[in-house]
């Protein structure tokens, strides 16, 4: 199973980037997907996830409003559209698929990790 994450780059606060996804290896449409991230020094966090039919969507409170997580599953691709960046937004973003189709904000429910895309917002 390989996940590949891209679209992160370097932009100023109240921009705007799209990071998509990836997937091979995995049946893509039996499987829920999230975004996470990390700054440095902390934890890595959930940002989104969706559900196997991309029907279900569920957003942390700090990007609700702000991001929007999607998936097309002919394409087996994930995608997170990021407006109204922030400082804070600063993270390297992970893309994960779990095994089942069902949505979690629980890291240890995903399975499966790309090797991360660095976002840096500029103030």
């Known amino acids: 199973v390989q996940l590949q994450e891209s679209g992160g780059g370097l932009v100023q606060a109240g921009g705007s980037l799209k990071l998509s996804c990836t997937v091979s290896?995995?049946?893509?449409?039996?499987?829920?997907m999230a975004w996470f991230r990390q700054a440095p020094g902390k934890e890595r966090e959930l940002v989104a996830c969706?559900?196997?039919?991309?029907?279900?969507?569920y957003y942390a409170t700090y990007v609700r409003g702000r991001f929007t997580i999607s998936r097309n599953n002919a394409k087996k691709l994930m995608s997170l559209q990021m407006n109204g960046l922030k400082s804070d937004d600063t993270a390297m973003y992970y893309c994960?698929?779990?095994?089942?189709?069902?949505?979690?904000?629980?890291?240890?429910?995903?399975?499966?990790w790309g090797q991360g895309t660095q976002v840096t917002v500029s103030s």
């Open positions: 969706i559900d196997w039919k991309g029907s279900g969507t």
């Open positions: 994960a698929a779990s095994r089942v189709p069902f949505m979690s904000d629980e890291e240890a429910d995903f399975d499966y």
């Open positions: 290896g995995l049946r893509f449409d039996d499987s829920a």
